[in-house]
């Protein structure tokens, strides 16, 4: 099992990014995808999720407003659209996948730093 994100970097307030996490190894389709992100010296917080279908989707209000967070089925592949990002959106973003019997799979994570 596989989950692997990019997409991060360095930007400057009020830039956006997108980032993608592609999973492989077990059945993407069947999986609700979420991000989360953790700052340095915070908890990690999620941040959005997405069921399997693509059909249902959360956000927390930390972004809420400020991203998108979408999927393609057929590539294993979710993705968050940030906009308007903020100095305190600076955190590694992670991806995670949820199953049944709330089985998890966690990617490595991707620095996203926000500053000018």
């Known amino acids: 099992v596989q989950l692997v994100e990019s997409g991060g970097g360095l930007v400057q307030p009020g830039g956006v990014l997108r980032l993608s996490c592609a999973a492989s190894?077990?059945?993407?389709?069947?999986?609700?995808m979420s991000w989360y992100r953790q700052a340095p010296g915070k908890e990690r917080e999620l941040v959005a999720s997405?069921?399997?279908?693509?059909?249902?989707?959360y956000y927390a209000d930390s972004m809420k407003g400020r991203c998108t967070i979408s999927r393609d089925n057929a590539k294993s592949t979710v993705y968050l659209q940030m906009n308007s990002l903020k100095t305190e959106d600076t955190a590694v973003y992670y991806c995670?996948?949820?199953?049944?019997?709330?089985?998890?799979?966690w990617g490595q994570g991707t620095q996203v730093t926000v500053s000018s």
């Open positions: 190894g077990f059945t993407f389709s069947r999986y609700t």
């Open positions: 995670k996948a949820v199953g049944v019997l709330n089985v998890d799979y």
């Open positions: 997405i069921s399997n279908t693509g059909g249902t989707t």
